[in-house]
């Protein structure tokens, strides 16, 4: 296995963790904050969609396409500290808006080349990720610390604690 499928695989698998951890979550358990002033999962997991959307295109320009009209401005930091129910997308919607950009990213991995991973990272985060190799490494790790803080919300909620 070579660098670049290691990336698809890590791509590729990692959106399923973030779902098994919500499958049983309503659409009003996704409002739930461990403490005072952590942010939600619905938050979470539509800030997750959008930032990955944001990075991929920075590096290569309109590879992700644009989430539904008005998906982007429910997930700004603004916005993460809002609880009502009618702000956000469903955990639906959430999802297929995460489907698409994923399947978009993972097609856009798959098409590089192993010299690509060499080449600069996002321009506004080039201190933390300098290269697309490490582009491709932070995106399935982004989605697993936000994974981590959603565990704390499943044990709030009394679910099983899973993995």
């Known amino acids: 296995?070579?660098?670049?499928?290691?990336?698809v695989a890590g791509l590729?698998?990692?959106?399923?963790?973030?779902k098994s951890h919500v499958a049983d979550f309503s659409d009003q358990d996704m409002l739930l904050r461990p403490v005072p002033n952590a942010n939600h999962t619905a938050w979470q997991l539509g800030h997750l969609c959008v930032a990955?959307?944001?990075?991929?295109?920075?590096?290569?320009?309109?590879?992700?396409?644009a989430t539904s009209a008005g998906f982007a401005e429910k997930f700004t930091k603004q916005t993460?500290?809002?609880?009502?129910?009618?702000?956000?997308?469903?955990?639906?919607?959430?999802?297929?808006e995460f489907e698409k950009t994923r399947a978009a990213v993972i097609a856009w991995a798959k098409s590089l080349t192993p010299a690509d991973l060499d080449k600069p990272g996002p321009e506004p985060m080039k201190d933390f990720i300098p290269t697309v190799g490490a582009?491709?490494?932070l995106l399935p790790g982004h989605v697993m610390m936000h994974v981590g803080q959603?565990?704390?919300?499943?044990?709030?909620?009394?679910?099983?604690v899973m993995f």
């Not at 296995?1 to 990336?7: C, V, Y």
């Not at 500290?81 to 919607?93: L, Q, S």
């Open 135 to 137: 582009l491709l490494t």
């Open 150 to 160: 959603i565990q704390v919300i499943r044990r709030k909620l009394g679910r099983a």
């Open 52 to 65: 990955e959307g944001w990075m991929v295109n920075c590096v290569a320009p309109g590879v992700v396409p």
């Open 80 to 96: 993460s500290t809002i609880d009502d129910i009618k702000a956000f997308p469903t955990k639906a919607e959430i999802f297929a």
């Open 1 to 7: 296995m070579n660098a670049i499928e290691l990336a």
């Open 12 to 18: 590729s698998s990692n959106l399923d963790m973030a």
